[in-house]
Structure formats: C-alpha cells, structure tokens
C-alpha cells in the first residue's frame, strides 16, 4: 500500500479519483488515510473528497452499486465487488452546530480549502492525489512528525461547534500515542461541559476507539474528569483507596493497569474498566482497619448495564461485557461444576474471554498477585479445555434426555417439564448424575414422586 509514507492508494480508490476527474471534478484521498499512510501504516479505509455534488458523484456512477450513507451530508458509499466500500463526500463548509449535535445545515462547496478547514486535527485535515500530491493547508505532517494533535482553527470555537471533537481528541491520542498542543488542551478542558449534549450513540464509538488504543490507560489517566463527564458513574473511583495486601493503587488506578493489561476488544476493554466501579459503594473496613468490597461484582454488573445501556449498546455486547463484570471474582481456581455452568450458559468463547479478564485484573494489583494467582488460573484454563475437549453435556441440549422422552414417561406438558430437566441437569454437570439415559429417566422419576409427594 505504501513505504515509508509514500502513499499509494489501492487501485479501485485510484479508479473512483479517474471517474471523478474525468468527469471535470476534483476528487482527493483525505482524512485518516493520508494521515495513517503517513504513519507508515495501512489505512483502515480510503475516504474521497469530491468538488462534485452528490447528484453529481451519483451521476458519475449510474449503473454501479451505491450507497445513500449520509446523502444530506454528501455521503455515498461505492460498493464494488472486491474490496472495501469506498466512501466518497462532497467538499463542504463548516457550518456551525448551535446545539452541540446537529450542524444547522449542510452547505456544500466546490473549493478543497473549505473542506479540509472543517476537519477536526491538522493530522486529519490533509489531502493527497497520486499525480498532485499532498495538500497541507495547517501543518500537518509537520505534527504527524512531532506526534502533537491540534485543532484545525481556534480550538475553542472548534470544540464548542461540536463537542465530540473533544472526544475524538482523547481518542486520537489514545490510539496514536500523540501528545495534545496547549492551546488545544486548555481548549478541551474548558469545554467539557459541553459533552453531556452529545448523542450517546456518537459518545460510544468515540470510547469504544479510545478503550481500544493502545495509549488508553494513559489517556484516561491524564483526562479522567473529562470521561467521568461522560460516564459520571465512575468519578468515586479516582481517590477510593483500597487498604488490603491486594492492592497498591486507588480503584482508579487498579482500573487503568487493567484496561492496560487486557486485550484490545471493545468487550475486554469496557470489562476492565467497569469491573471494579461497584467497589466506592461496596467499601467497609474490618476492625484491624482493612478495607473490604463484598458484593461488589453484582454492584459494578449493575453499574455497568446502566452505563452500557445508556449508551445504547446492542443487548447482545451489553450482556457480553456485563456478564465478565458479574463474574470476575469468580472463585480460582475454578470447580468443575462451576465452569461447567459457565460454559453452558455462556459459550467457549465468552469463557475465554472471562479468563483474559482475571489475567489483567490479577496483573494490576499489589506486587507479587500476580505470580500467586497465575497457576490456579492456568489450571482453570486448562480445565476448561478438558471438558470442552471430552465433550460433556453441557446444555440441555447436551442431555441424553429431551422433553419429549419426559412427556412419554408421563410428564404433563407445560412448565414442569422445564423444571425437571433443569434439575437433572444441574446433578449432570455437579458430576451426581451420569448422562446416560437409563439414569437420567430413573432419577427423573423419582423427582416427579418427589413432586407429587411435595404437592399433597
Ligand atoms: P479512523 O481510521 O478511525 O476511521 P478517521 O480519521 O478516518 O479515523 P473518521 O471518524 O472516519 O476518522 O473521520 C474521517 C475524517 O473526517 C477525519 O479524519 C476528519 O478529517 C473528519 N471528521 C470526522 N469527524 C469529524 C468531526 N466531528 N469534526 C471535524 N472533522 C471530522
Ligand atoms: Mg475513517
């Protein structure tokens, strides 16, 4: 793709930028690919700026497959069939957004000057052309150079037009390692109030990407008021200390070891750093002066939920991030019968996921935890590839008796039938009670007698 920052753009993007000239506009690579192949790395996605209207772009594409992604902010998207879609916008003026959210409305431009003075950072405002090279109105690459993100224009005015930029900012940083310029730092504290007018969907991405850097800890670290302003709900975290041989940090600290420690998924990293947000509410200390947090998992389950919920996740990732917080004091090394429910109910991979998380806790507490810890979590690790490789029942699935052999044994139908496999397969996975057929209807008939006993 490129060397060195010589930026080639693949050939479908290289195609879209003849198309566009030929039809008498001007067509640019601009944003995030300029600035990433710059960096020396592959670009995400190549995005295009065009002098050409949206009616224009689609009519210099009739017949080929397009997408109206944001035709009122000139967007169309150009799918082929190889390949990523390429994404191609029209120039436009920044335009001002009264309310923090909405631009007031769209004015769209035929000059590159407009378009690129709108954009967020000088390292985002660049354009490149394979035959008219790279158009550097505000500096840069001279900053890309110097790894600095500054605002393009007065940061003020730029950050109280649309608060998310203030996000984006921390996001940047957190991804590329990038120090923020002064005035654009004072800028971004100053305006943080700003950020509660935000859509929650648009806050999301923008933490989802911040998380997911690999300079997150630090970021959030350095700009922690600005994130509780977003997520309120984890400002008693900072200054909560934790008086046990456990720990060496405040919650808050404890918490950006761990985001640090996980892996780069937005599941372990939102995990890592609402694992821990129920302790503030859960603290108590024992008479020799010891802190203690009990109950905290379900609290920061809860927490986490809320947070998740507000923000608008899908159910399906909510649950999947909340369910690690729920269980990551789960009790190690792990028993059987235990991790057998866990994969059960929650799958191989949610598991896995549930191990990588206790790693990166167990990694950002006291000095020597982690060494003492590591074996009985390796040996749960390996317990689990055990059962999965032996192929126990897991499930009900698993069992080597359905509903329907409980209805021919005389089970009436309905919810008795649900409770009773239940039953037989929480004895399975205790290990009281082989998965075998003849077994399991002998013990199911017991259970019924039980029952009707119970009822008389
Ligand atoms: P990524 O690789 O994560 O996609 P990106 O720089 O391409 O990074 P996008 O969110 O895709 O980020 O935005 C594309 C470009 O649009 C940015 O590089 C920037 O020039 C501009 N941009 C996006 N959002 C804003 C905003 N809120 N204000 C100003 N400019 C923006
Ligand atoms: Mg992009």
């Given at each position: 793709m490129e060397q060195n920052g010589v930026i080639q753009p693949p050939a479908a993007v290289l195609e879209v930028l003849d198309r566009l000239e030929s039809a008498g506009f001007q067509a640019w690579c601009v944003g995030g690919c300029v600035r990433d192949s710059l960096?020396?790395?592959?670009?995400?996605?190549?995005?295009?700026?065009?002098?050409?209207?949206?009616?224009?772009?689609?009519?210099?594409?009739?017949?080929?497959?397009?997408?109206e992604i944001g035709l009122s902010h000139g967007t169309v998207a150009l799918v082929r069939k190889t390949g990523h879609p390429v994404e191609i916008t029209s120039f436009r003026v920044e335009t001002g957004y009264t309310d923090g959210r909405h631009p007031d409305s769209v004015v769209f431009s035929r000059c590159l000057k407009d378009d690129l003075s709108r954009r967020d950072f000088t390292v985002n405002a660049m354009a490149y052309h394979p035959k008219r090279g790279l158009v550097d109105l505000f500096g840069g690459k001279e900053d890309l150079k110097q790894k600095i993100l500054r605002c393009v224009g007065e940061p003020a005015e730029r950050f109280s037009e649309d608060a998310l930029r203030i996000l984006r900012c921390l996001r940047f940083s957190a991804q590329?390692?990038?120090?923020?310029?002064?005035?654009?730092?004072?800028?971004?504290?100053?305006a943080k109030s700003l950020l509660s007018g935000l859509s929650q969907e648009r806050v999301r991405e923008e933490l989802t990407k911040l998380l997911c850097g690999e300079y997150a800890a630090g970021v959030l670290r350095e700009y922690a008021e600005i994130v509780f302003e977003v997520l309120p709900q984890l400002a008693p975290m900072k200054g909560c200390t934790q008086e046990t041989r456990f720990h060496c940090y405040d919650v808050w600290e404890h918490t950006l070891h761990a985001v640090d420690h996980a892996p780069k998924s937005p599941e372990l990293r939102w995990a890592a750093l609402l694992h821990d947000s129920g302790k503030p509410a859960k603290k108590t200390f024992s008479p020799d002066g010891v802190a203690h947090f009990?109950?905290?998992?379900?609290?920061?389950?809860?927490?986490?939920?809320?947070?998740?919920?507000?923000?608008?996740?899908?159910?399906?990732?909510?649950?999947?991030?909340?369910?690690?917080?729920?269980?990551?004091?789960?009790?190690l090394p792990m028993e059987e019968k235990h991790l057998k429910k866990l994969l059960g109910q929650y799958g191989e991979e949610e598991v896995a996921r549930l191990f990588e998380l206790m790693e990166a806790d167990m990694s950002a507490k006291a000095p020597g935890i982690y060494e003492l810890r590591l074996?009985?979590?390796?040996?749960?690790?390996?317990?689990?590839?055990?059962?999965?490789s032996r192929g126990d029942c897991l499930t009900l699935k698993g069992m080597?008796?359905?509903?329907?052999a409980l209805?021919?044994?005389?089970?009436?139908?309905?919810p008795e039938i649900g409770k009773i496999l239940r039953c037989l397969l929480d004895e399975v996975?205790?290990?009281?009670?082989?998965?075998e057929k003849a077994l399991l209807m002998e013990r199911a008939r017991q259970l019924m007698q039980n029952r009707a006993e119970d009822a008389q």
């Open positions: 960096l020396g790395k592959r670009p995400f996605d190549w995005d295009i700026a065009t002098s050409a209207f949206p009616q224009e772009t689609q009519a210099c594409f009739a017949g080929e497959q397009i997408i590329l390692g990038f120090t923020v310029e002064e005035n654009t730092r004072r800028a971004l504290w100053q009990y109950g905290h998992p379900p609290e920061s389950g809860r927490l986490a939920r809320e947070i998740l919920g507000r923000l608008r996740f899908a159910n399906r990732q909510k649950e999947q991030i909340a369910l690690l917080v729920d269980h990551h004091e789960d009790r074996p009985d979590l390796e040996a749960s690790r390996t317990l689990a590839r055990e059962i999965l080597a008796l359905d509903g329907k209805r021919d044994m005389g089970v009436p139908v309905g996975l205790e290990g009281k009670l082989p998965n």
